[in-house]
């Protein structure tokens, strides 16, 4: 029982991280129409940057700030440079585009930091462990960053539902041709939806920085998961993204513990496991659990 | 340049090439050809799904790897005389495991096709790239056939009809026989009613419908074929390199099919060898330059999805339509 609880708790802070990569993800598509497989690289960009600030000054928050700026900032530059020709391609120049952009990233961080994989420990202050019920210690960190995920989101939430800017967020994926005609300056909210997205991949490198190794092509796994998580919630949808995420999360990390204790081919199947599950949901509902019906 | 000429010549290269290369004394390069070769077959059958029947899929890599460890499999079966799973004994000719690899490609993508098509657009290029990762985590957890490590075949490539092929030029000329019997049954497809109903499908299904077809079934078998194809090629690469692992399914295999298959140009089938030539030809090229080569190929892929539409197919048909009007009906996905 205690194990499950933990178990339950680290898929929950596993869909933290997908939901920060999948909420970017689904944004850039439902507004621009734009694939992105290079939003791994975003989520590569933030962690690199974070654990190397870390490393140099010392300070967890500043690499924190660090990485996400540096992920802010990578992505208005490959929006300005490459997306925003992109728009108006098919989806398969974007993917191909995009599969170019991650190529490069993947060979700038070893040719900027090496082959050798960098750590992002846990910083200090977040070291210890909490008893969430007697007797049972949790990593301090680990909820934290299911707090700060949290936290994250509910603000992107409040952006996207209660200001202006998330008003128009909201209307240019209804019809962005419209809101451009009523005098929005189109260009300018796709650069700033697309940076945003950029920052909450970033800050998932950070935060997931010190469960993984910090290396080369570190964000595909994470990216294919994410994809995963918004075609099961529906394309577009934010809260999509947040049901995918918890499913996929939480799925994939019992089915790891759980699966090898049943049987033999245990470690194998659990890796299929969110794979199954997704075609399965995409059998009952073509366009995911909130996706527009076409 | 003539829609003739323009077919034939890649395929020309490739039989030429590695005979010059062989004659030159630089027989090391023939396995550099025979990827070429291999490659354009898997990116052909791509091309025949994703030029004239719309499908994007970038999960190809899965049946490329499978259609390895079909051969893979087999011969560690054999080289240590243990029976296969089903009490089967292993095989380790080409006769037996390329219509097996073939045949495991096709029931494979039945169920990945039938799936996928549920949906379309992004979707589809999404889910595909999901059904191959899986594919790509059940093939590392084959621990008894090396997991992470795949199957290193220090026992020979497989046997033709039972006798050894003699050296890598054979081969070669084996892959390149197979790839112009793919293209020719391909083309004659394009042109049959099965191929127009996919393509009309490709243009508007509801058009489609309303005429009385019924496209999915066309779909699901283009697919079918399609991954029954690539995992031939599969089968091949097995053979050129004498190593499979769970790489061969990694998903920057089905980019790079991808990538062939545009860059060549959409819809025209020899365009996919054309891409395999130019890209493969490419990155060996980088790859004496610098050992980050990547870091100039991601740039360059950007650059020519942006300026060069059409692939290179486009570009020569360009070439040749001032006195042909217009050219092939290469159309986008």
């Known amino acids: 029982m ?94 191909l585009a995009t599969f170019g952009l991650i190529l490069f990233f993947n060979e700038l961080v070893r040719l900027l930091w090496g082959i050798r994989p960098m750590r992002l420990d846990v910083p200090e202050a977040l070291g210890g462990f909490v008893e969430i019920v007697p007797g049972a210690p949790y990593p301090l960190y680990r909820l934290a960053v299911i707090a700060a995920g949290a936290a994250v989101m509910l603000a992107l939430a409040w952006l996207v539902q209660g200001t202006r800017v998330g008003m128009r967020i909201r209307a240019g994926s209804v019809d962005r041709e419209m809101i451009g005609a009523l005098g929005v300056d189109i260009g300018r909210l796709y650069t700033l939806v697309f940076a945003l997205g950029a920052l909450l991949a970033g800050l998932a490198g950070v935060l997931a920085g010190p469960f993984l190794a910090i290396q080369s092509g570190m964000g595909e796994p994470i990216l294919i998961l994410a994809f995963v998580v918004v075609v099961i919630g529906g394309i577009g949808s934010l809260k999509g993204a947040v049901a995918g995420s918890l499913l996929v999360g939480i799925t994939d990390t019992l089915g790891r513990v759980y699966l090898p204790k049943i049987t033999d081919a245990g470690p194998a199947l659990s890796s299929m496991l969110i794979f199954l599950v997704m075609a399965v949901v995409l059998a009952v509902f073509p366009t995911g659990l909130y996706g527009r019906k076409s | 340049m003539p829609p003739l000429l323009r077919d034939a010549l890649p395929f020309l290269v490739l039989a030429v090439a590695p005979v010059v290369a062989t004659l030159a004394g630089a027989d090391w390069l023939v396995p550099v050809f025979t990827r070429m070769v291999v490659f354009a077959l898997a990116a052909m059958a791509l091309d025949f799904i994703l030029g004239v029947g719309g499908m994007v899929s970038l999960g190809h890599a899965a049946f490329f790897a499978v259609g390895g460890y079909v051969v893979g499999i087999g011969s560690q079966h054999v080289a240590e005389s243990t029976p296969t799973p089903f009490g089967l004994p292993g095989w380790d000719d080409l006769l037996i495991s390329l219509p097996l690899a073939f045949t495991v490609g096709v029931l494979i993508a039945l169920p990945f096709g039938w799936v996928s098509l549920r949906t379309r657009g992004a979707y589809f290029i999404m889910i595909t790239l999901a059904l191959a990762q899986m594919v790509y985590y059940g093939l590392v957890g084959l621990t008894s056939y090396g997991g992470d490590d795949g199957i290193s075949m220090w026992w020979g490539r497989n046997t033709v009809a039972g006798a050894a092929l003699p050296n890598r030029l054979a081969l070669h000329f084996l892959c390149l026989g197979l790839l112009v019997a793919a293209f020719v049954v391909l083309k004659r497809l394009c042109a049959a009613p099965f191929g127009r109903v996919l393509d009309g499908a490709r243009q508007n299904e509801a058009r489609m419908r309303a005429l009385g077809y019924r496209p999915l079934p066309y779909q699901i078998g283009a697919f079918a074929l399609s991954g029954g194809i690539v995992a031939v090629a599969g089968a091949l690469m097995a053979n050129v390199d004498e190593f499979v692992s769970p790489g061969m399914g990694h998903w920057t295999i089905s980019g790079e099919l991808l990538v062939i298959v545009i860059l060549g140009g959409i819809g025209s089938l020899s365009g996919a060898v054309w891409g395999a030539v130019v890209l493969l030809g490419l990155e060996e090229g980088l790859k004496e330059i610098t050992e980050h080569w990547p870091i100039l190929l991601g740039p360059l892929l950007v650059v020519i999805v942006l300026f060069a539409r059409g692939g290179l197919t486009g570009l020569l048909d360009r070439l040749g339509s001032r006195r042909t009007q217009g050219g092939d009906d290469a159309g986008g996905a």
């Open chain 1, 2 to 95: 205690l194990l499950f609880l933990e178990q339950l708790l680290n898929g929950v802070q596993l869909s933290v991280t997908l939901l920060l990569m999948a909420s970017g993800l689904t944004l850039v598509f439902g507004i621009m129409n734009l694939l992105n497989l290079a939003h791994g690289s975003l989520f590569m960009v933030g962690a690199y940057v974070a654990a190397w600030t870390t490393g140099v000054s010392g300070s967890w928050l500043l690499g924190l700030v660090a990485g996400a700026a540096a992920a802010f900032v990578t992505g208005i530059v490959i929006e300005l440079v490459v997306m925003r020709r992109l728009y108006a391609r098919d989806h398969l120049d974007q993917v």
